[in-house]
Nanobody, 118 residues
Framework: VQLQASGGGLVQAGGSLRLSCVAF????????MAWYRQAPGKQRELVAL???????MYADSVKGRFTISRDNSKKAVYLQMNNLKSEDTAVYYC?????????????WGEGTQVTVSS
């Protein structure tokens, strides 16, 4: 499975960006599709997740500002980010997870830089 993310960039505080991630995979759909981020000097953290049952979850810090969506027909996951803040500056990674009865497999994209200027 290969993941290709795009949509990052430089934006002023209060602005918006939309991240996209497309999967190149023979087996589909994935169980979970998610976005993580890692800021300099910090651990990677979960930003938003979309489950195979269409359930979503968000980090408290982005609730009400970010929206995750997925399109299984396009093997894609998106992250709409509104009202961006300087603390949202990070490298954003898309992730897909395949689950079986006995284990799970995670795949990661290379990351896309989001920089929010204050």
């Amino acid at each position: 499975v290969q993941l290709q993310a795009s949509g990052g960039g430089l934006v002023q505080a209060g602005g918006s960006l939309r991240l996209s991630c497309v999967a190149f995979a023979r087996v589909w759909p994935a169980n979970d599709m998610a976005w993580y981020r890692q800021a300099p000097g910090k651990q990677r953290e979960l930003v938003a997740l979309s489950g195979s049952d269409d359930a979503t979850m968000y980090a408290d810090s982005v609730k009400g500002r970010f929206t995750i969506s997925r399109d299984n027909s396009k093997k894609a996951v998106y992250l709409q980010m509104n009202n961006l803040k300087s603390e949202d500056t990070a490298v954003y990674y898309c992730n897909v997870r395949f689950k079986t009865l006995f284990d799970q497999h995670d795949y990661w994209g290379e990351g896309t830089q989001v920089t929010v200027s204050s």
